[in-house]
T-cell receptor, first 115, second 112 residues
Framework: AQSVSQHNHHVILSEAASLELGCNYSYGGTVNLFWYVQYPGQHLQLLLKYFSGDPLVKGIKGFEAEFIKSKFSFNLRKPSVQWSDTAEYFCAVKMGGGSQGNLIFGKGTKLSVKP | DGGITQSPKYLFRKEGQNVTLSCEQNLNHDAMYWYRQDPGQGLRLIYYSQIVNDFQKGDIAEGYSVSREKKESFPLTVTSAQKNPTAFYLC???????????FGPGTRLLVL
């Protein structure tokens, strides 16, 4: 079955530490890839997305993600986290080309940044 | 001010009761979606609608019903058949040709 895996349930970092959150999916065809973020008490917001082209995608607030097709991965990175990055992060994948098909979400990774 | 609104923010359901969650969007999006979010489970698709007067079941449609009589509105009814309704419910929308979905603030449903 098609699925999206996020390896870490809860990550705790100190401010200025580097961040990498893993995301893998199980599908061999064309994919559209997303990272969403849910700050405490706020609604889900789009952080970045990849459709095609340069596999290194830059998003808002200094986040970036790299699509590695051979590894079926789309890991999220940030060189130096801030306390305000404390949130839950969701990877989502649309499997298959075109506009049909639905997003499949990972179970989320909760990030806690200690000041 | 464009966006997606969901109401109420909190909703309480008694045993055997049907409750309806509201979702409205003024983004002129054709497609709308309902997700359920449980701790540690991510988001799971309940129902979606690509166009007015048409909708399809998602992965966990049992115990839920929807209608799509207007482009702007996609209400979700949690019926008494849904045995574990306590969750955070998220509504989203997108254009028909685009993949990116935009989310509302959510409704937290609690059972009394």
């Amino acid at each position: 079955a098609q699925s999206v895996s996020q390896h870490n349930h809860h990550v705790i970092l100190s401010e200025a530490a580097s961040l990498e959150l893993g995301c893998n999916y199980s599908y061999g065809g064309t994919v559209n890839l997303f990272w969403y973020v849910q700050y405490p008490g706020q609604h889900l917001q789009l952080l970045l997305k990849y459709f095609s082209g340069d596999p290194l995608v830059k998003g808002i607030k200094g986040f970036e993600a790299e699509f590695i097709k051979s590894k079926f991965s789309f890991n999220l990175r940030k060189p130096s986290v801030q306390w305000s990055d404390t949130a839950e992060y969701f990877c989502a994948v649309k499997m298959g080309g075109g506009s049909q098909g639905n997003l499949i979400f990972g179970k989320g990774t909760k990030l806690s940044v200690k000041p | 001010d464009g966006g997606i609104t969901q109401s109420p923010k909190y909703l309480f359901r008694k045993e055997g009761q049907n409750v309806t969650l509201s979702c409205e969007q003024n983004l002129n999006h054709d497609a709308m979606y309902w997700y359920r979010q449980d701790p540690g489970q991510g988001l799971r698709l309940i129902y979606y609608s690509q166009i007015v007067n048409d909708f399809q079941k998602g992965d966990i449609a049992e115990g839920y019903s929807v209608s799509r009589e207007k482009k702007e509105s996609f209400p979700l009814t949690v019926t008494s058949a849904q045995k574990n309704p306590t969750a955070f419910y998220l509504c989203a929308s997108s254009t028909r040709t685009a993949v990116t979905q935009y989310f509302g603030p959510g409704t937290r449903l609690l059972v009394l």
